[in-house]
């Protein structure tokens, strides 16, 4: 481990407690482009007919636990959201706001900051992640022990050594234990990795130059193109792969002292769409109006095997499960004739945009005995608030400096009626580079650009007057809203200028 990540774990290391039998488990899921209407619940509750795309692990654990109606990715692209989810911090604040979108970048994980897995594991947990990473991270040339810096898309072989994952991976971040796709299935590179060791897929596996020449599948070279990969790498297994994974840590950790916290951070639903055409001797694929929809079939397979394997293990009733995705939902316009909508029709947009569909997200939260079944709460949730309610659930402690835009909602768990929801939230768009200022049901959008020098403000709703943000309530040019466009655009700029912490220290 390279001194740098010492000093960090030095910097996020604090008070421990006493780890009592009394703690929960902990399983934080998180799909990637997965709607708030790739939920079947939500379907069925919008249509009143059985869902097109049924996930009945995932209304399950909506019946048995709290449903959030107002949960918002930080951001609309999946990179960015997974920093900011991890450390508790807004995106501006790394060097890298709209994302470390490759394998052989820095990491945008500064020294100083803390992160999901240091909380947990400070606190006595055993801590694994599994699944999608995205965060960057430090490799060697090949035959040297100096860090390699360039892009992972490329039409030729790289000089890098890729047995080896050598510094700010999720082994360096406080993970005991992982299994991790640096880029999930959306490569380059399009390789496992194992407590920092490269996973072959099977004994015949090569790392090799993996494009449409070499590639076992072509239709597996993702829309990112061309770059270093293993030569068995298969797309329509992954899935399968990582829920036996995650079921093996929980195996694993039922039977050891210490409580468990796992990160299961899948790469459903993102392209290339890959359904099997079985799982359990179940069909998936075509069983669904498109293949993006047969996904979300796979994502909630995988669930079933995470809450299968807590109750083989009897520690269900002792585990909490979060589960979200890092951004809105995709656009299908197959699934969409039929009425399959993954923004959940009821806002406007889907991933990437600046609208409710980009960053609207489903939220569930399971507490057996502690959250009553069938819970809804309307309060405005980042997900940037999961790394502070993190730390309370397990009695963690963090710096002044730390998880500076993260706003614990435990007590809500919690059943506390007085609890106090945040206001406010920083939101960002994708590639267009939008930004958005939530104020209570007040919305301004503002066009920036990739250095963030640019904050113009372009748009201006009251989402309780206007939830789809249809353009005729655009209130942005109204004479009548001027003076309202004014202190929030002012408010962005002071809040952006301020190193301080948005939230109040706990």
Same mark, same amino acid.
């Given at each position: 481990?390279?001194?740098?990540?010492?000093?960090?774990?030095?910097?996020?290391?604090?008070?421990?407690?006493?780890?009592?039998?009394?703690?929960?488990?902990?399983?934080?899921?998180?799909?990637?482009?997965?709607?708030?209407?790739?939920?079947? *619940?939500?379907?069925?509750?919008?249509?009143?007919?059985?869902?097109?795309?049924?996930?009945?692990?995932?209304?399950?654990?909506? !019946?048995?636990?709290? &449903?959030?109606?107002?949960?918002?990715?930080?951001?609309?692209?999946?990179?960015?959201?997974?920093?900011?989810?991890?450390?508790? !911090?807004?995106?501006?604040?790394?060097?890298?706001?709209?994302?470390? +979108?490759?394998?052989?970048?820095?990491?945008?994980?500064?020294?100083?900051?803390?992160?999901?897995?240091?909380?947990?594991?400070?606190?006595?947990?055993?801590?694994?992640? %599994?699944?999608?990473?995205?965060?960057?991270?430090?490799?060697?040339?090949?035959?040297?022990?100096?860090?390699?810096?360039?892009?992972?898309?490329?039409?030729?072989?790289?000089?890098?050594?890729?047995?080896?994952?050598?510094?700010?991976?999720?082994?360096?971040?406080?993970?005991?234990?992982?299994?991790?796709?640096?880029?999930?299935?959306?490569?380059?590179?399009?390789?496992?990795?194992?407590?920092? %060791? +490269?996973?072959?897929?099977?004994?015949?596996?090569?790392?090799?130059?993996?494009?449409?020449?070499?590639?076992?599948?072509?239709?597996?070279?993702?829309?990112?193109?061309?770059?270093?990969?293993?030569?068995? &790498?298969?797309?329509?297994?992954?899935?399968? %792969?990582?829920?036996?994974?995650?079921?093996?840590? %929980?195996?694993?950790?039922?039977?050891?002292?210490?409580?468990?916290?796992?990160?299961? +951070?899948?790469?459903?639903?993102?392209?290339?769409?890959?359904?099997?055409?079985?799982?359990?001797?179940?069909?998936?694929?075509?069983?669904?109006?498109?293949?993006?929809?047969?996904?979300?079939?796979?994502?909630?397979?995988?669930?079933?095997?995470?809450?299968?394997?807590?109750?083989?293990?009897?520690?269900?009733?002792?585990?909490?499960?979060?589960?979200?995705?890092?951004?809105?939902?995709?656009?299908?316009?197959?699934?969409?004739?039929?009425?399959?909508?993954?923004?959940?029709?009821?806002? *406007?947009?889907?991933?990437?945009?600046? &609208?409710?569909?980009?960053?609207?997200?489903?939220?569930?939260?399971? &507490?057996?005995?502690?959250?009553?079944?069938?819970?809804?709460?309307?309060?405005?949730?980042?997900?940037?608030?999961?790394?502070?309610?993190?730390?309370?659930?397990?009695?963690?402690?963090?710096?002044?400096?730390?998880?500076?835009?993260?706003?614990?909602?435990?007590?809500?768990?919690?059943?506390?009626?007085?609890?106090?929801?945040?206001?406010?939230?920083?939101?960002?768009?994708?590639?267009?580079?939008?930004?958005?200022? *939530?104020?209570?049901?007040?919305?301004?959008?503002?066009?920036?650009?990739?250095?963030?020098?640019?904050?113009?403000?372009?748009?201006?709703?009251?989402?309780?007057? !206007?939830?789809?943000?249809?353009?005729?309530? !655009?209130?942005?040019?109204?004479?009548?809203?001027?003076?309202?466009?004014?202190?929030?655009?002012?408010?962005?700029?002071?809040?952006?200028?301020?190193?301080?912490?948005?939230?109040?220290?706990?």
């Amino acid at each position: 481990m390279k001194i740098i990540t010492v000093l960090l774990c030095l910097f996020s290391l604090a008070l421990v407690p006493f780890v009592s039998a009394a703690q929960p488990n902990i399983v934080f899921i998180m799909a990637d482009d997965f709607g708030l209407g790739d939920v079947g *619940r939500q379907y069925e509750e919008r249509t009143g007919q059985a869902a097109l795309a049924p996930t009945p692990t995932l209304d399950a654990l909506a !019946n048995e636990g709290l &449903w959030f109606s107002d949960a918002h990715s930080p951001t609309a692209l999946c990179s960015p959201s997974r920093y900011a989810v991890m450390t508790g !911090n807004y995106n501006y604040r790394s060097y890298a706001p709209w994302g470390v +979108w490759g394998t052989f970048r820095p990491t945008a994980i500064a020294v100083g900051d803390t992160t999901l897995g240091l909380v947990a594991q400070n606190a006595g947990y055993n801590t694994g992640f %599994i699944g999608k990473w995205h965060l960057g991270g430090d490799f060697y040339k090949k035959g040297t022990t100096e860090i390699f810096r360039g892009k992972d898309r490329t039409g030729k072989p790289l000089d890098v050594d890729l047995t080896k994952w050598v510094d700010f991976g999720p082994q360096d971040l406080g993970f005991d234990y992982d299994y991790t796709l640096p880029t999930g299935i959306q490569g380059p590179i399009y390789m496992a990795f194992e407590d920092g %060791i +490269w996973s072959p897929f099977s004994p015949d596996s090569e790392i090799i130059h993996y494009d449409e020449r070499t590639a076992k599948d072509p239709f597996f070279i993702s829309d990112k193109g061309a770059g270093p990969g293993d030569s068995e &790498w298969d797309t329509y297994k992954i899935n399968e %792969i990582l829920a036996e994974k995650a079921a093996g840590f %929980i195996e694993r950790s039922a039977s050891q002292a210490e409580p468990f916290f796992l990160c299961y +951070w899948s790469p459903t639903v993102h392209v290339p769409h890959t359904p099997p055409v079985k799982l359990d001797g179940k069909p998936i694929r075509g069983s669904t109006p498109s293949h993006h929809t047969d996904m979300n079939r796979v994502f909630d397979w995988e669930v079933e095997k995470i809450v299968t394997a807590l109750k083989a293990a009897n520690v269900y009733d002792d585990t909490i499960i979060i589960l979200t995705s890092d951004n809105g939902g995709l656009w299908d316009p197959v699934a969409e004739k039929v009425g399959h909508l993954s923004n959940g029709g009821i806002v *406007r947009g889907t991933k990437n945009h600046p &609208w409710e569909g980009g960053h609207l997200v489903p939220l569930i939260v399971t &507490w057996p005995g502690v959250i009553p079944a069938n819970s809804r709460s309307d309060v405005l949730i980042n997900g940037t608030d999961i790394l502070a309610t993190l730390a309370d659930i397990v009695g963690g402690s963090l710096l002044e400096s730390q998880a500076k835009d993260s706003y614990s909602f435990y007590p809500l768990l919690k059943g506390d009626t007085s609890f106090q929801a945040r206001d406010e939230v920083l939101l960002q768009a994708g590639a267009q580079c939008e930004l958005v200022l *939530r104020q209570g049901d007040w919305k301004l959008v503002m066009q920036s650009d990739w250095e963030l020098s640019k904050m113009e403000p372009i748009a201006l709703f009251n989402l309780a007057n !206007n939830p789809k943000e249809a353009d005729q309530g !655009n209130l942005i040019h109204n004479p009548e809203y001027a003076s309202k466009v004014a202190a929030m655009h002012a408010h962005y700029i002071k809040v952006r200028n301020n190193p301080n912490r948005t939230v109040a220290f706990p």
